[in-house]
Antibody
Framework: EVQLVESGGGLVQPGRSLRLSCAAA????????IHWVRQAPGKGLEWVSG????????GYADSVKGRFTISRDNAKNSVYLQMNSLRAEDTAFYYC?????????????????WGQGTLVIVSS | QSVLTQPPSVSGAPGQRVTISCTGS?????????VQWYQQLPGTAPKLLIY???NRPSVVPDRFSGSKSGTSASLAITGLQAEDEAEYYC????????????FGGGTKLTVL
C-alpha cells in the first residue's frame, strides 16, 4: 500500500521555526513532484508549496513566499518544509501530497495520494 | 473568500442524486484549466475523486462523475449512500497575480 507520512508538527511560538518531513512507504518519491497543502482547523484547503522530482522547479503560495522553503532528499526518499517566521495564521494541518508526474506543472497538477497530515499550532 | 465558489452545504436522501457546483472565472476554469474534486471524510485526509474534469481513479465508484462548462464545474453523486457524507472540494489553477493552485471553499454533503 502506498503511504505518505508527515512528521515534525507541534506547538511553536510566533516568530519561531519548524521543519516538517514527508516520507513514503510503498512508493519512490523520487519519481514525482511533491506538494504541501494545509488546512486550518475547520477551514478549507490551501496549496502551500510544490517541488519537482529533481528540485529543479519550486513554487510557493504568496502567503508563505520568503518564509517557507521546500526541499527534498531523494536518497532518503523524503521531502521537507522549512517554516520560518511562523505566524498565528500558519496554524493548520499540513498534508504532503503526491503530484501526478515528475514535473511541477502547476497548471495541470492534481494530488492523487495524501498523507494523514501533521498539526502545526503557532501560539504563545 | 475562495477564488472558486462552492455552496456551503447540500443534502439528499439515500438513493437520490445530488450535484455540487464550483464557480470560477475567466482566469481559472473559464480559461480552460482542468478541475479536480476531492472527498474529505470527517477526521481524515482528502482523497482524489475526479481529475481532469471528468476522470475517475480506478478505486472511485462510477456513482461519482464530474463535468465542466464555461466558468463552472459540477460534481454529481448518484445513488447517494450514508458513507458519502463528507466535505467535497474542487481544485483548479488560476493565472491571476494571486494565482497558482486554488481550491474551492468546500461543500458539506449531508445524507438525510
Amino acid at each position: 500500500e502506498v503511504q505518505l507520512v508527515e512528521s515534525g508538527g507541534g506547538l511553536v511560538q510566533p516568530g519561531r521555526s519548524l521543519r516538517l518531513s514527508c516520507a513514503a512507504a510503498g512508493l519512490t518519491l523520487n519519481d514525482y513532484a511533491i506538494h504541501w497543502v494545509r488546512q486550518a482547523p475547520g477551514k478549507g484547503l490551501e496549496w502551500v508549496s510544490g517541488i519537482s522530482w529533481n528540485s529543479g522547479s519550486i513554487g510557493y503560495a504568496d502567503s508563505v513566499k520568503g518564509r517557507f522553503t521546500i526541499s527534498r532528499d531523494n536518497a532518503k526518499n523524503s521531502v521537507y518544509l522549512q517554516m520560518n517566521s511562523l505566524r498565528a495564521e500558519d496554524t493548520a494541518f499540513y498534508y504532503c501530497a503526491k503530484g501526478q508526474g515528475r514535473w511541477l506543472q502547476l497548471t495541470v497538477t492534481y494530488f492523487d495520494t495524501w498523507g494523514q497530515g501533521t498539526l502545526v499550532i503557532v501560539s504563545s | 473568500q475562495s477564488v472558486l465558489t462552492q455552496p456551503p452545504s447540500v443534502s439528499g436522501a439515500p438513493g437520490q442524486r445530488v450535484t455540487i457546483s464550483c464557480t470560477g472565472s475567466s482566469s481559472n476554469i473559464g480559461a480552460g484549466y482542468d478541475v479536480q474534486w476531492y472527498q474529505q471524510l470527517p477526521g481524515t485526509a482528502p482523497k482524489l475523486l475526479i481529475y481532469d474534469n471528468n476522470n475517475r481513479p480506478s478505486v472511485v465508484p462510477d456513482r461519482f462523475s464530474g463535468s465542466k462548462s464555461g466558468t463552472s464545474a459540477s460534481l454529481a453523486i448518484t445513488g447517494l449512500q450514508a458513507e458519502d457524507e463528507a466535505e467535497y472540494y474542487c481544485q483548479s489553477y488560476d493565472s491571476s497575480l494571486s494565482g497558482f493552485v486554488i481550491f474551492g471553499g468546500g461543500t458539506k454533503l449531508t445524507v438525510l
